[in-house]
């Protein structure tokens, strides 16, 4: 094919499409387009057109992906629902009680008269009991804890006999809550504690939920969720709980008292790292404002995890948690990790079943997971918040303890009886060295609940993303297919169709019969004509 013939198709191409973009020009409905092809227009006009209708280009296609990023980065709101949710509707915190001293000196020296460890001082398990109930304390002395595992070893001490030790030997619930109050009625509440590993030693939980691990032989009573109606320090749970300083042998503060952790009855008790300071000789209230929050049924259907960034009740099933929740993610995580690593488990964790418990030289390995889960939470477990939780806001205050009418109360004659403590001044001295009280209850007569919702829904995107073109441009369902009829039926298909018919006419020329063989036929023709 020769250049010129190329450079007239190309020309009469050329053509036609500006004749087909001048039609669509003058009949679509996109505004401005028409007085660009005016005919007769002035340039100036047609530049000034131009750059309006660009203008309208950039303006809805800017907003459009503003519009497109917020549907994408925050597909859901979370809204207050009510400020006035019932308060039997919320369950009551559990009240993880922790003493700062992990070991009774004198149960301890009680659980050395087993015969197993005669061969072992009281200092060398005091050290062991130590690292046992403080993980950050095995940071940087590996060499330390691989003696102590050494020597265990010899004496045929396994890590299950030292955390019977350990449990023997903690203060128990009863040892610690001199006196209980729930609702404003003095009642024996020891059937709603639970005497519970954590990271932080083993410690007291009020109102927690079943807790099972049989490798320990651990069991908590079960009991529904405790609740109540109604606010203030009498509708709530109020503790008498004595330090006993004089017995202190093993302690992981450099206070004196205990730490406490207010959380749900599901979730772990990381008093370590969340917990309050309640020292002796205060009276401590603390109230609660208790939060809920749900999602709609359109969040778990239409909105991924990722994108909605929290989980959907049922979604994730944990293994050693009856029901999800961060923090109990964030220790299964931990676990595993642990089971991976370090091929053990520590005596405060869950695990599968057979998984051995840390053994001292192993405790390093498992300090150095904690602290990797706990800076890299995000990058390493992937834990999500539910949609659906609870937690407590709490407001602490506290006061000194005892008062100077504090003799003169039932509470007072209580502890007396109970503990056949003297009535002097020598009972009061006692008190501001070694006890404290805690109070725990709801602030306001009702809690708050919040709403996950969608925000921008696909019927919302395509309606806002519809406004901004039809602000910028014009641009309607009817706009769009006008360009698609143009394209189509006005360019397109003309084109197959020409293409087609200059085919068969191609075809047609190449069927016909050789110019001499016509000549011929002719010829006779004719002379048959004139005779």
């Not at 610690?176 to 590993?197: H, N, Q, T």
């Not at 509708?235 to 207010?262: C, H, P, Q, R, W």
């Not at 441009?473 to 039926?489: K, T």
């Given at each position: 094919m020769s250049s010129r013939k190329i450079s007239t198709q190309s020309r009469k191409v050329c053509q036609n499409g500006g004749k087909y973009f001048k039609q669509f020009c003058d009949s679509t409905s996109l505004h401005g387009l028409k007085y660009?092809?005016?005919?007769?227009?002035?340039?100036?006009?047609?530049?000034?057109?131009?750059?309006?209708?660009?203008?309208?280009?950039?303006?809805?296609?800017?907003?459009?992906?503003?519009?497109?990023?917020?549907?994408?980065?925050?597909?859901?709101?979370?809204?207050?629902?009510?400020?006035?949710?019932?308060?039997?509707?919320?369950?009551?915190?559990?009240?993880?009680?922790?003493?700062?001293?992990?070991?009774?000196?004198?149960?301890?020296?009680?659980?050395?008269e087993d015969p197993r460890y005669k061969n072992i001082t009281y200092d060398k398990m005091q050290q062991t009991l130590r690292y046992m109930t403080k993980l950050d304390r095995a940071i940087k002395n590996e060499k330390e804890l691989e003696n102590l595992s050494e020597?265990?070893?010899?004496?045929?001490?396994?890590?299950?006999?030292?955390?019977?030790?350990?449990?023997?030997?903690?203060?128990?619930?009863?040892?610690?809550?001199?006196?209980?109050?729930?609702?404003?009625?003095?009642?024996?509440?020891?059937?709603?504690?639970?005497?519970?590993?954590?990271?932080?030693?083993?410690?007291?939980?009020?109102?927690?939920?079943?807790?099972?691990d049989p490798e320990l032989e651990i069991e908590s009573t079960d009991h529904e969720p405790l609740r109540v109606s109604g606010n203030g320090y009498r509708?709530?749970?109020?503790?008498?709980?004595?330090?006993?300083?004089?017995?202190?042998?093993?302690?992981?503060?450099?206070?004196?008292?205990?730490?406490?952790?207010?959380?749900?009855?599901?979730?772990?008790?990381?008093?370590?790292d969340r917990g309050f300071v309640l020292g002796p000789g205060t009276e401590t209230f603390v109230g609660v404002k208790g939060i809920t929050t749900f999602n709609t049924e359109e969040v778990a259907k239409d909105v991924t995890p990722a994108r909605r960034q929290c989980q959907v009740e049922g979604e994730q099933k944990l293994k050693y948690?009856?029901?999800?929740?961060?923090?109990?993610?964030?220790?299964?995580?931990?676990?595993?990790?642990?089971?991976?690593?370090?091929?053990?488990?520590?005596?405060?964790?869950?695990?599968?079943?057979?998984?051995?418990?840390?053994?001292?030289?192993?405790?390093?390995?498992?300090?150095?997971?904690?602290?990797?889960?706990?800076?890299?939470?995000?990058?390493?477990?992937?834990?999500?918040?539910?949609?659906?939780?609870?937690?407590?806001?709490?407001?602490?205050?506290?006061?000194?303890?005892?008062?100077?009418?504090?003799?003169?109360?039932?509470?007072?004659?209580r502890l007396v009886a109970g503990r056949n403590l003297s009535s002097n001044a020598d009972s009061n001295e006692y008190f501001k060295s070694n006890v404290a009280v805690l109070h725990v209850y709801y602030k306001d007569k009702t809690g708050v609940r919040y709403k996950t919702d969608i925000r921008f829904g696909v019927e919302d995107f395509i309606s806002a993303t519809g406004g901004l073109?039809?602000?910028?441009?014009?641009?309607?369902?009817?706009?769009?297919?006008?360009?698609?009829?143009?394209?189509?039926?006005?360019?397109?298909?003309?084109?197959?169709?020409s293409k087609s018919r200059s085919r068969d006419e191609s075809l047609d020329c190449n069927t016909l019969p050789p110019a001499n063989k016509w000549a011929s036929t002719t010829t006779v023709g004719t002379n048959i004509s004139i005779s």
């Open positions: 660009i092809t005016e005919e007769k227009s002035h340039w100036l006009k047609r530049v000034m057109w131009t750059l309006v209708f660009l203008a309208g280009i950039f303006f809805s296609g800017y907003y459009c992906w503003q519009m497109w990023k917020k549907w994408e980065d925050s597909p859901v709101l979370m809204s207050l629902d009510s400020n006035r949710y019932p308060l039997k509707n919320i369950p009551f915190p559990a009240v993880t009680i922790c003493n700062v001293n992990k070991v009774s000196k004198t149960k301890l020296l009680r659980v050395m020597f265990y070893r010899t004496q045929n001490i396994s890590s299950a006999d030292l955390f019977d030790v350990l449990k023997k030997s903690a203060p128990s619930c009863r040892d610690m809550v001199m006196d209980c109050i729930w609702l404003g009625i003095p009642a024996p509440c020891f059937e709603y504690f639970s005497f519970l590993p954590t990271d932080d030693g083993i410690c007291c939980t009020f109102n927690g939920a079943k807790y099972n509708m709530g749970l109020a503790l008498v709980i004595d330090a006993d300083i004089e017995d202190y042998s093993v302690t992981n503060g450099k206070f004196d008292g205990f730490k406490v952790l207010i959380h749900t009855s599901e979730e772990f008790p990381d008093v370590a948690f009856p029901r999800y929740s961060r923090s109990a993610c964030t220790i299964e995580c931990a676990t595993r990790l642990m089971q991976e690593r370090c091929k053990c488990r520590p005596y405060f964790f869950k695990a599968d079943i057979g998984t051995k418990l840390c053994n001292l030289d192993s405790y390093s390995c498992i300090s150095d997971v904690y602290e990797d889960v706990r800076q890299n939470e995000d990058k390493i477990c992937h834990c999500l918040p539910p949609c659906t939780d609870v937690w407590y806001d709490p407001e602490i205050s506290y006061s000194s303890f005892p008062g100077r009418g504090f003799n003169l109360t039932r509470t007072f004659k073109l039809g602000l910028g441009l014009g641009l309607s369902f009817i706009s769009v297919f006008e360009l698609l009829y143009f394209l189509c039926l006005r360019w397109f298909f003309p084109k197959i169709k």
